[in-house]
Structure formats: structure tokens, C-alpha cells
């Protein structure tokens, strides 16, 4: 079984739809991060958290909102969606005290097309 | 927070070895050099992570210089299946380090 599962795998849905995607994680770890990744571009850092009580915005965190709901669950809320919102989303982990340092591991990834 | 700079895209043949550098000028005493692989539609995966001199592992090598102001990942006699997009991050591992994925380099491996 995969370590890092992302819920849906595929999602179409309409401008002005909340939708949710859903991050689970069996590797005990504390960090979690939500990342979009647009054709050509890199992975953009949208919320990271650090443990269950922890959440930080990123770089692209306006439109977005996430919920730690356990350590291993760490779900991105879009709560309006809108067109340039389309996008690659990756959830990933971390482990701070793992070897090699702050490995990150990541989902398989959820594509997101809102029309 | 160590900004990196590595070349957008690279194109290679089957069997040849090749070198990737990356830039990063303002790296810190505390912070390592990690190396990520992305096949497309996948999420990226961890290739090497180094401090200094040198560092090998069976997917590929990892070079740094005594100034740790660049770093070269070597990937030796590639094949087709290497294409792929290669980040270089650098950070203070653990504590507060924000992991910073920029555009990578675009490797294309050709027959």
C-alpha cells in the first residue's frame, strides 16, 4: 500500500463549487504540505503543517484553505472554485529527525480541472 | 533562505553520462543539498542529499565543492527511462526549513 494517498485521483468540477481534496498518510509523520504544479512550472508551496496544531500559508495560499483534521490527514479546501485553479495538486510529508534530513514523500497526485 | 539556480533544460543520448549543476551562492553552514527526480504526472522523489565532497548511492552521484556554493548531480549512462525533471533544493534541514521546489531541469533523454 502507498504511504502518501490522495482522494480523488481526478476531479472535473464547475466555477464556484467548494471541492476538497484529501491527503492520508501511514508514515508517522508530523509534517505535511499541499504543493500545485502548473504545465512548465515548478511545485508551488500552498499551506504546510508542521503537527496537528500547526498550519502555515505558502506562497499561493489565497483561494485555498486546509484542515489538519489527525497526523495522518491533511485536507485542501477550495472554497470557491475559479478556472486558474486548474492544476496538479501533490500533498506531501516530512520527517524533521528522519535520514536523510527532511525527505519529503509524496502523493500520486490529484488533477483538478475546473470549468 | 539559499536560493538556487539550475539550467531550465538539458537533452542527453542513451548511454552517455550526465552532469546537472546548480547554483546556490548564498548557502548557509547548517543547510544540505537535496536532489528530487519527477516523472510526469508523478510527484517528485528523492534522488541524493549531500553536505560535502562527495556522495554516491545506485541512482547516481552527488559532487560538491569545498566553497558549497554549487553542486553537480551526475547520472551515469542514462537511458530513456531518466527523462525527467530534477529539482536541487537547498536548506537547514529539520526546524523551520520550508522546502522550496523551483522549475527544475527538464532532462530529456534521447535514443
Known amino acids: 500500500d502507498a504511504d502518501v494517498t490522495q482522494t480523488p485521483r481526478n476531479r472535473i468540477t464547475k466555477t464556484g463549487k467548494r471541492i476538497m481534496l484529501e491527503c492520508s498518510q501511514t508514515?508517522?509523520?508530523?509534517?505535511m504540505y499541499w504543493y500545485r504544479q502548473d504545465p512548465g512550472l515548478g511545485l508551488r508551496l500552498i499551506y504546510y503543517?508542521?503537527?496537528?496544531?500547526?498550519?502555515n500559508k505558502g506562497e499561493i495560499s489565497d483561494g485555498y484553505s486546509v484542515s489538519r483534521q489527525a497526523q495522518a490527514k491533511f485536507s485542501l479546501s477550495l472554497e470557491s472554485a475559479i478556472p486558474n485553479q486548474t492544476a496538479l495538486y501533490f500533498c506531501?510529508?516530512?520527517?524533521?529527525?528522519?535520514?536523510?534530513?527532511?525527505?519529503?514523500?509524496f502523493g500520486p497526485g490529484t488533477r483538478l480541472l475546473v470549468l | 533562505l539559499a536560493k538556487t539556480t539550475q539550467p531550465v533544460s538539458m537533452d542527453s543520448y542513451e548511454g552517455q553520462e550526465v552532469n546537472i549543476t546548480c547554483s546556490h551562492n548564498n548557502i548557509a553552514t547548517n543547510d544540505y543539498i537535496t536532489w528530487y527526480q519527477q516523472f510526469p504526472s508523478q510527484g517528485p522523489r528523492f534522488i541524493i542529499q549531500g553536505y560535502k565532497t562527495k556522495v554516491t548511492n545506485e541512482v547516481a552521484s552527488l559532487f560538491i565543492p569545498a566553497d558549497r556554493k554549487s553542486s553537480t548531480l551526475s547520472l551515469p549512462r542514462v537511458s530513456l527511462s531518466d527523462t525527467a525533471v530534477y529539482y536541487c533544493?537547498?536548506?537547514?534541514?529539520?526546524?523551520?526549513?520550508?522546502?522550496?521546489f523551483g522549475r527544475g531541469t527538464s532532462l530529456i533523454v534521447h535514443p
Open positions: 508514515k508517522g509523520h508530523d509534517r
Open positions: 503543517s508542521f503537527d496537528v496544531k500547526d498550519i
Open positions: 506531501a510529508t516530512s520527517d524533521p529527525t528522519g535520514t536523510p534530513q527532511e525527505t519529503q514523500y
Open positions: 533544493l537547498v536548506g537547514d534541514q529539520g526546524g523551520s526549513y520550508i522546502p522550496t
